[in-house]
């Protein structure tokens, strides 16, 4: 009888490719997919670590998944893994946390799931580590993953696909975690990529999203980001495509004149401002000022007609003064994104940012995030109506 894999995804639309990966490797070593955690012989957790809250959500379920699906006589605890983000960033830690989580595994490993799977289900498998470890396998060791793991053909839904065309990143933004978590920016081959797009096409998918931590930096050889764009529209019968998620530091006006050019390209833009302060943004390690920043705005609004902007923000940075975040309050109302991501600030291990005082206690993060959000909130209103 086939065993049944439990698979739960938390964070970005990274992590849910990465699900998918993961659900293809296993599916073609002939496991099945349970519905819930009740009917299923292996769970896997795939977490974000982005923000503490997201890690919250994670050790929660864990802990609830703990108490609920306890052995007996009768019934054998599932094999618990936990994969992705948190599992870079805390390694075999998460052991000590979460006694009952049996094997951890690093974006970059996950091709080794099956195989752990295997090992793990072996009767009286046992390593000499010591008590706390007996039974446990890590892996948060690996640096490049195999091209062939995104070609399994397994996807979530039937007419859109995400398709991944780098890895890491190389910016160290000076709150963010991912540098250290999915390691430097890799860039797919463009082949690849394209060889990837046509897989799905063939199997009926006509919409794809482009996924990198920093699509514009995305070089392959000969091939830039803006190249492999319109290579991406000369796919047959591909209908439209869309990207995530840039950088302003590493768009040029030349990226919105393609966009108006080609007809398969959503007209969307999801363009992380982060701050409005110069001051903020300087810490943050950003790259660009405020000025820049509503200059490659400007331009997009002028180039791409009609075109669709989102971005993301952070509240309460450390030094963030009531200045600062008017700063950013006034330019959300400048600039009346059509969509925003409003977080309040949370320092993440290893990121440089968690060596500065966080000096912005929490009721006045929540203060600026309702008055931020609020704000957004109206606007998105009044552009829905448009």
Not at 179 to 197: A, C, F, M, T, W
Not at 286 to 291: E, V
């Amino acid at each position: 009888m086939s065993k049944k894999v439990f698979i739960r995804t938390f964070g970005c639309q990274m992590n849910v490719r990465d699900s998918e990966v993961i659900s293809g490797l296993l599916k073609a070593q002939g496991y099945k997919f349970a519905t819930d955690l009740d009917g299923a012989d292996i769970i896997i957790f795939n977490t974000c670590s982005v923000r503490q809250h997201a890690e919250d959500k994670v050790w929660s379920e864990i802990g609830r998944v703990s108490k609920h699906l306890k052995p007996s006589a009768k019934y054998q605890k599932p094999l618990i893994g936990v994969a992705g983000c948190m599992a870079q960033n805390y390694k075999e830690d998460i052991f000590k946390r979460a006694p009952d989580v049996d094997f951890i595994v690093g974006p970059a490993d996950i091709h080794k799931i099956p195989e752990i799977i295997k090992k793990l289900s072996v009767a009286g498998f046992q390593l000499s580590t010591g008590k706390l470890f007996e039974s446990k396998i890590w892996e948060t060791e690996g640096q490049i993953r195999p091209e062939e793991i995104y070609h399994t053909g397994f996807r979530q839904e039937k007419d859109h696909c995400y398709i991944v065309i780098s890895e890491g990143c190389s910016n160290y933004c000076s709150y963010c975690v991912v540098p250290y978590v999915r390691g430097q920016l890799r860039n797919r081959n463009s082949k690849d990529i394209l060889h990837e797009i046509e897989e799905a096409v063939t199997k009926g998918i006509h919409s794809i999203t482009l996924l990198g931590q920093n699509v514009n930096a995305y070089k392959n050889e000969d091939v830039d980001f803006i190249n492999l764009i319109r290579l991406v529209d000369t796919v047959k019968g591909l209908k439209e495509f869309s990207f995530i998620t840039s950088h302003p530091k590493d768009i040029s006006p030349e990226l919105f004149k393609i966009m108006a050019q080609l007809d398969k390209i959503k007209k969307y833009l999801h363009l992380p401002v982060q701050s409005g302060s110069d001051r903020i943004l300087k810490l943050m390690n950003r790259g660009y000022a405020r000025k820049y920043y509503l200059d490659l705005v400007g331009n997009y609004r002028r180039i791409v007609k009609g075109g669709c902007l989102s971005t993301d923000i952070i509240v309460g940075f450390p030094g963030e003064s009531e200045e600062d975040f008017m700063d950013t309050y006034n330019l959300v109302n400048e600039v009346k994104f059509d969509s925003a991501y409003i977080f309040k600030y949370s320092a993440r291990p290893h990121a440089q940012a968690q060596g500065m005082f966080d000096d912005v206690n929490r009721a006045e993060k929540e203060r600026r995030h309702k008055l931020i959000l609020d704000l957004q909130k109206e606007i998105s209103k009044k552009c829905s109506k448009k």
